[in-house]
């Protein structure tokens, strides 16, 4: 039973455009949402969050919106740079935390 | 600053026999966790602990044993190692519950 789905495996862009990364999930008693930055051969890094009382949290060129009536939320990176590819993983906490299954975001130069 | 230490990073095992996979933080993090994580799958919780000397099951807990000692030690045992607990398992900490994680490296265990 995925809770936390990112139904898409991976996903390319060009240097200096946006990436948009998107996650659903099905549990209404979610209420802290993350998502986290993993490369290989190392443990996934905590990037930015948003709690469910709030509908968007910017951090330099990372955004996090969140759609609580659609159970949706996606990440921006505006400007993207060939140093943000990597694997995206989305997480929701109730405070159990699940996570969704990864988007591998590669970013060509 | 070490933040989350695993050891060992790679393990090959036989059918039956068993481990122990080691977490260290040195963040004074109350809560600690150990995940698997499996190609279209995600990380998936195994078992968790609130504070040293406890422990609870999550998602996926059949097969391991977990025992929180110290504060700063998480470790994680298989019993009997099958093949299907063959996978990249990640442990993690943090200051509350349900907030950002810090993760150690992982360590790449195969069961032949």
């Known amino acids: 039973d995925q809770q936390v789905k990112q139904n898409s495996p991976s996903l390319s862009v060009q240097e200096g455009r946006i990436s948009i990364l998107n996650c659903d999930y099905t549990n209404s008693m979610f209420d802290y949402f993350l998502w986290y930055k993993k490369y290989p051969a190392e443990g996934p890094t905590f990037l930015i969050s948003?709690?469910?009382?709030?509908d968007k949290n910017e951090d330099g060129r990372f955004t996090v919106f969140l759609n609580k009536s659609a159970k949706h939320l996606s990440l921006h990176i505006v400007p993207s740079q060939p140093g943000d590819s990597a694997v995206y993983f989305c997480?929701?906490?109730?405070?159990?935390?699940?996570f969704g299954a990864g988007t591998r975001l590669t970013v060509k130069p | 600053n070490a933040g989350v230490t695993q050891t060992p990073k790679f393990r090959v095992l036989k059918t039956g026999q068993s481990m122990t996979l080691l977490c260290a933080q040195d963040m004074n993090h109350e809560y600690m966790y150990w995940y698997r994580q499996d190609p279209g799958m995600g990380l998936r919780l195994i078992h968790y602990?609130?504070?040293?000397?406890?422990?609870a099951k999550g998602e996926v807990p059949d097969g391991y044993n977990v025992s929180r000692l110290k504060k700063q030690n998480f470790l994680l045992g298989l019993e009997s190692a099958a093949p299907s607990q063959t996978s990249v398992y990640f442990c993690?900490?943090?200051?509350?519950?349900?907030?950002?994680?810090?993760f150690g490296s992982g360590t790449r265990l195969t069961v032949v």
């Open positions: 997480a929701a906490s109730s405070p159990d935390m699940r």
């Open positions: 993690a900490s943090s200051k509350i519950q349900g907030g950002g994680y810090t």
């Open positions: 948003i709690s469910s009382i709030k």
């Open positions: 602990s609130v504070g040293e000397g406890t422990t």
